[in-house]
Every structure is written in C-alpha cells, then in structure tokens.
C-alpha cells in the first residue's frame, strides 16, 4: 500500500474540490500518524461518506478529525469510527453525523485508550435507537461531560435520561443539553472525584522521578454495573489504572484521590521493577495462588521501600483491615496485608504472627536477590498449610474474597507473566516522551553539567525566569540557544459552526508564546516624533483623571440644600416671581474603575505597506499602541496589550506583551517593538482568551479593544461566513460575561461585515490608515468617558 497521495487517485478523483484541497492539505500530517494501511482507510473512509450523499462539510469533517483521533487512541479505531459513521446514516442527520465526528477528537483525548473509544461508538449506536433526539445536544456538550464524567458514568447517565423522556423529545433534549435540573442533579450524582486523564502527567512524571524511566499508563472504564471499576492491572506493556477513583477513607484518615492514584502507580510500577521472572501455577490451588500473590504483593513493596521509605506511610493508610471475628477468608487476607506492610498495626492472632515472622525471616533472601520471586511461592504455600489449622476460617471463594486494600492490582501479571521490552514497545506504537520545560533558579541553572548539543531530543530543558549570558559575548542567551520555544499549556475553546448551527466543542486551541523583545528605545522614539500630538491629548488625559469628590448643584432631588440656590429663590419669591425649585445638591465621589486590554491582529497582511506611505500597517498599530499606551498609563487605568495569529484552528499563537499585572516599562516597549506579523487571523479564539483574561479583573467595567486591518480568516477555512459567525457569537459571549467589545478596523471594505460582527455603535473604520496613531487615544477617551 502507498503513502503517495496520488497513488489513491480511484479514491480521491470523486472528491469535491473543496475535499481534495484540504486532504492535499492534511496529507503530511496523515502520513506521520497512519501505516500504510491506515492511509488506506483514511482515504476509502473519505470516499465512502461521500457516498452518503450528505453534503462535502461531511468529508472535510472526517478528513480532519481522523488523524487526531488515531494521533490520541491508535489508527485500529479509525475504521470503526468510519463505520459508526455509516450506520448512523440510515437513522439521524448528517448533520448528527458530522457531529459525532468532530467530537471524536474530544472523546479519544478524553478517554485515552483504543479500547475504551470502541465502547464509547458502542454506546452512540445504542444512544441512537433509545433517544434519537437526545445525540445531537449530547455530542455539543461532550467536553463538559467527559470534564466530569467516566465512560460508564455517561451511559448511566444517559440511559436514565432516554427512559425517563422516552417519548417526550423536548424534555429529552432538554436533558441531554444539560439545561434542566435534573439532567444537572443526575451528572452530579455520577460524578467521580478525578478522572486519570486529568493527572495522568503528573503520575508519568512522579514514576519518572522514582525510577528514572518511563511507564506507559491507560485507563480502564469497568464501573458500567457496579461503578466500583476494575482493580488496577499490568498487560501488554501498561500499567491499566482506573478512569476514575474517589476520595476513600483510610485508617489514620481520608486519601485523595490524586493520592490514591499514586499508590496505585507506584505499587504497579513495583511489580515491573521487581517481579522478573514468571511462576508457574501449575498443581496450586486458587488460595495458595491467592496468598502466594499477596506475598509477592508485600516482596516487591519491602524492596520499594528499602529505597523510598516514605512510600510506607501512603501504603499503610489504605489498608483498613482490623482484627476480630472474620467471616470471610478475604477478610483474613485483608488482616495478613496489613500486618506484612504496616508495623504499627497489632494484631496477635498466631497466623498473622506468623505470616509476619516468616516474611521477616525472609528478608535478607529477598534483599540478597531482588529478582527471586520464589521466596513469595515458598511462602504463600507454607501459610496457605498452616490456615485451617490456625484459623478455622472459611474457605475461599475466589469471586469474592478479594484483598480491600483499593490500591493493589489483580495480579494477573504475576501469573501471565511478559517482560517489559522497551524496544518492543517503541516497535508497537508508543511514542517516547515528550520534552519537558522546567523553570530553575540562578545557582541550579549554573551548577547543574551543561551536556553539549542537547536540544529537541533532550528529556528536560532548563530555563531561567531572566536573561543569562555565556562567558563568550555572542549576544545570544542560554534560554535562546538551548531546546525549543517556550510555550504554556494549550487552551481549547469551543467554536460555532454557522452551517449545523452548533457549537463545536474545544474546536480551537490557543497557544500562548513569550513574545520577542526589540529595542525599547523604538518606542521612545516613536513618542518623541509624536510630540504635538502628545501635547494636544494633553487636555483630554487630565479631564480623565479622577476628581475626588465633586458637587452636583441645582438638583430638585439631593442629599442637602444648596444655600446659595435657596437664598435666590427665596429672593424671587419674596419678589413675586417664580422661584427656581432646584435647591439641592449632591455630593458625588468621581473615580475611574474600567479595566481595558487591547488585542491587536498581528497577521501577515500587517507587513504590507500602506498606500502612497513608507510605512507599515505594522508600524503604524505599533505607533498607536505606543501613543495609547502613554496614555492610559498616565491616566492610571489597569490595561493590558495582547496580540494574536493563528496557523489553521489547531495553533492559535497569543502573545502578552504587557499584562494587567506587570507595569509598563522598558520591558513591555522592547516587547512591543519586536512584535511581528505573520500567519492568518482566527479572530473567535483569540477574542474567547482575552476575554477569559479580562473576566479575572475586578474592576466594574471591562472593555476589549480589537484593532484588526482584516475580516476572519485562516488557511483550513474556505466559508468566508464561518469565521465571521463564529467571531459574533464570541463577541455575544464576551458581552455575556460583563465585556465590552470594540473593533477599530484598518480595512475600508470592512463596513460590509463588521456592523454585524460587534453591533452598529462598536466599530470605527479607519479609512485613512496614517490616521491610526491620532485616532486611536481619541477613541479610548470616548469609550472610557
């Protein structure tokens, strides 16, 4: 099979030219996360839901969330999901159709596991017959369910749901739309404490720094029935951890369940570390297996503690057996794993004594040869013997007598044995990690060895908060010259979608950048060459300023009488005239609370020099801000100046040039005498971030100042509506949220779609672009009045 796009051409030819531009597009991308046969399947999937007959923006859909959904959970899940396609066709919209593919990306990223996103088009299919009306409402809230919500929890969820609305379909979607109560009431009853997606980093990372390698996790979803989930397991190279664990309690108090989880990672881990060489289960019964099983449990934690002691305590707490009448064999199990791990728990029956003294007796074999597991066989068989005796106890059942302790896998890799094969794993499929950033003071940055070439392959990259030079003056930094751009965690905002009239769920993803710095006299300058502007603002800037407290006269409605006013109307009366009934005055308190954050589009078109000029529309918005920024700061409202490009939905770059918090000063000029233009304009993202930004500041007022010198825009995008819908439901959201958006508009066809975008009074088109710097301050003193 070939990876050569043209080799597909019986698959591709049929496509429309919009579907064929984008997978041209996309190709690079589907080659790096699809075999040969995965392309393959890509492509036959693309022609095969053309067939359908229900419209391109069906195919552009698939051709874009195949490759995410097989970068996040394997290409084996793509077919099906081609599948599931299909088979939704005779039964909902093709709108419902595209739907569930767009939101693919979410649920595998969500889930995490091939297995468990195979189980999750299982549930859609089923969904599908129970409540048809439900899917769509559903699928648009996906991001905030899965935000909370285990597989097994969204099919309770859900099943409650289409029962109790079988054939009332506006309460059904109501519900699955999460807009009645008790569709709320029933997502916080199956709720779970921490879903392992949401700390599964921090686990890899706590096991990296225990072991000095990495251990590949994915989570299991068994808690459809029972909502217990599976016990932890390893198989195929992975450590099988639960998709959710609550907070339990312990015997010296409640853990966590971030805690729990690293009690689990840690004695999973363990086991790979320690647990070598394969048993053989051959003529053992299942209690010796299971006490067998228990001291390998206790051998491999003995050794992980001779090295990491304080895992003890973590271990212990989750082990709440406690002597007295047992009336299961579990039980019993239960009292024995306590006694090997805890050394303050008492209890004095003969069996546990002696499963104590034996493992005791054993410790200098064990430590001796960490890899000898038949200590644990010796063990559990010679403990097994002596249970009737000593106890008197019930028999085993294996389905129930299981150990309590939450944290402790099933042992299925003990018995199953595999090695863990690096290599084999690579070979399978497993990416290696990924680089990591970590911000370090002066004296570790200069102590720690420098290894000569590090960079994209290197595991960790070390940074300092501040500038740091070589001996040799090359005039680059260790920051600059060392790894990869320094970024912050993604942020993904849903976008609107004009033609389905929906919401498609964390559809965009906002990257924020540090942004280059330049010479900060630039900005200087340009203040000094607009000096008799300056001087003319100067009126207006102190008009602006706050006055304190001021009188308010000539009121017939006030908080005191005005005795100059009173005097002259009791001289008009007593003159026989009208008096003036206003006597009253009000003291009124003027202080300014507004806080303004100004976004500026830093896309490629701003490169381009202005008609009959030498300049750029870049360094004419650079001007202005500087003007601008003048300004407020002398005025002393909060403000912020942000900028923004996107290269397709995937990479919106945000740059914070200067943030409310930090002051403006030599550091916020550099940085804005070095911003550039680039790449395209996906406005909606961009206005969705800042206006997150803004929603964290206290003042009473919060005002969004857009300078733009274009409409929407981006390459993956060919609707020139899309955007332009999108950017107005960010801007109704942002207003929503207390936050006042403005566009000053630098293109002067931008009458025809911006009124409707931001409203009919916040907008101003700028037609004479050389214009922009005096305009600019004018405008902020007008809206800030």
Same mark, same amino acid.
């Given at each position: ?29 589907? $080659? ?93 299919? $089923? ?7 439900? %899917? ?62 949401d700390v599964q980093r921090r686990i890899n990372m706590y096991l990296r720094a225990l072991w000095g390698r ?5 989570? $299991? ?53 320690? $647990? ?101 066989? &010796?063990?559990?068989? *010679? ?40 290599e084999r794993s690579i070979a399978v499929g497993h990416e290696p990690p990924k680089q990591v950033r970590k ?61 389905? *009239? ?30 008799? %502007? ?83 529309? %870049? ?31 995937? &990479? ?68 020139? *509506? ?59 003193a007008g809206l800030t009045r």
């Amino acid at each position: 099979m070939s990876v050569h796009l043209q080799d597909h051409a019986e698959w591709t030819d049929p496509l429309s030219p919009a579907s064929r531009e984008l997978l041209e597009h996309s190709w690079p991308e589907a $080659t790096r996360v699809f075999s040969a046969r995965g392309i393959d399947n890509y492509v036959k999937g693309a022609a095969a839901l053309r067939g359908l007959g229900r419209g391109d923006q069906l195919v552009i859909t698939w051709i874009d969330s195949a490759p995410q959904v097989a970068r996040e959970v394997g290409e084996d899940v793509v077919g099906e999901l081609a599948t599931t396609a299909l088979t939704l066709a005779s039964r909902t919209a093709g709108a419902v159709i595209e739907l569930v593919l767009a939101t693919a990306p979410t649920a595998a990223r969500r889930l995490g596991d091939g297995a468990l996103f195979l189980q999750y088009l299982q549930f859609l299919n $089923t969904l599908v017959a129970q409540a048809p009306r439900g %899917l769509r409402p559903m699928l648009g809230q996906l991001d905030t369910l899965f935000g909370q919500l285990t597989l097994g929890g969204l099919r309770r969820w859900a099943t409650w749901g289409a029962q109790a609305h079988r054939t009332n379909y506006e309460e059904q979607i109501a519900y699955f739309g999460l807009q009645s109560k008790e569709s709320q009431a029933m997502l916080q009853k199956e709720r779970k404490g921490t879903l392992l997606v949401d700390v599964q980093r921090r686990i890899n990372m706590y096991l990296r720094a225990l072991w000095g390698r990495d251990f590949y996790m994915r989570p $299991t979803a068994g808690d459809f029935e029972s909502r217990e989930g599976y016990r932890p397991f390893i198989e195929d190279f992975f450590l099988h951890l639960p998709d959710a664990y609550d907070a339990v309690e312990g015997h010296a108090g409640t853990v966590d369940a971030t805690e729990l989880y690293r009690a689990a990672a840690a004695h999973a881990a363990a086991h790979v570390m320690f $647990t070598r060489r394969p048993m053989s289960a051959e003529s053992l019964s299942p209690w010796q297996m299971a006490l067998i099983g228990l001291f390998e449990d206790a051998r491999v934690e003995a050794l992980t503690l001779a090295r990491f002691p304080g895992l003890r305590a973590l271990w212990a707490n989750l082990h709440t057996a406690t002597p007295g009448p047992c009336s299961t064999a579990g039980h019993w199990l239960g009292r024995l794993a306590r006694a090997l791990i805890d050394p303050a728990y008492v209890d004095l029956h003969p069996w546990i004594e002696q499963g104590r003294a034996c493992l005791a007796e054993a410790m200098p074999r064990i430590h001796a040869d960490p890899n000898d597991n038949n200590v644990s066989w &010796d063990l559990g068989v *010679q403990l097994a013997h002596s249970y009737r005796e000593l106890t008197q106890g019930p028999a085993f059942q294996p389905r129930t007598d299981l150990q309590v302790a939450p944290y402790r896998d099933d042992n299925r890799y003990f018995w199953a044995f595999n090695g863990f094969d690096f290599e084999r794993s690579i070979a399978v499929g497993h990416e290696p990690p990924k680089q990591v950033r970590k911000q370090v003071n002066l004296m570790e940055f200069v102590n720690e060895l420098e290894v000569e070439g590090a960079g994209d392959d290197a595991q960790e990259i070390w940074v300092l908060g501040t500038e740091l030079f070589p001996y040799e003056d090359l005039g680059v930094s260790f920051n600059e010259s060392e790894g990869r751009e320094p970024v912050l965690p993604p942020v993904h905002y849903g976008e609107w979608d004009h033609m389905i *009239q929906l919401e498609r769920p964390a559809w965009a993803t906002v990257q924020e950048r540090r942004p280059k710095a330049g010479d900060a006299a630039l900005i200087d300058g340009i203040l000094a060459e607009q000096q008799r %502007l300056v001087g003319r603002m100067k009126h207006i800037l102190d008009a602006m300023q706050p006055q304190g407290v001021q009188r308010i006269r000539k009121l017939e409605d006030g908080d005191e009488i005005d005795l100059n006013a009173a005097l002259a109307s009791l001289t008009d009366l007593r003159m026989g005239r009208q008096p003036d009934p206003r006597i009253m005055m009000r003291s009124v308190r003027k202080t300014r609370d507004i806080s303004v954050l100004v976004l500026l589009d830093l896309s490629h078109s701003t490169n381009d020099k202005v008609a009959g000029q030498d300049h750029t529309v %870049l360094d004419l918005t650079r001007s202005a801000c500087a003007l601008l920024a003048d300004a407020i700061h002398k005025v002393g409202d909060p403000f912020a100046i942000h900028g923004f490009c996107s290269d397709g939905r995937h &990479d919106v770059h945000y740059w914070r040039f200067k943030d409310f918090n930090q002051p403006y000063d030599d550091l916020a000029k550099a940085r804005l005498a070095g911003m550039e233009g680039q790449l395209s304009t996906r406005m909606g993202a961009a206005i969705r971030h800042a206006t997150a930004a803004l929603r964290a500041q206290r003042s009473g007022k919060k005002l969004l100042l857009l300078i733009t010198d274009g409409e929407p825009a981006d390459v993956d995008v060919r609707d020139p *509506q899309y955007l332009r819908q999108d950017t107005k439901k960010a801007v109704e959201e942002a207003g929503r949220n207390g936050v006042t958006t403005y566009c000053m508009s630098l293109d002067p066809r931008a009458d025809q779609y911006v009124s409707r975008i931001f409203g009919a009074r916040n907008y101003l088109v700028v037609d004479k672009v050389e214009r922009l710097p005096e305009k600019l301050p004018v405008l902020y003193a007008g809206l800030t009045r």
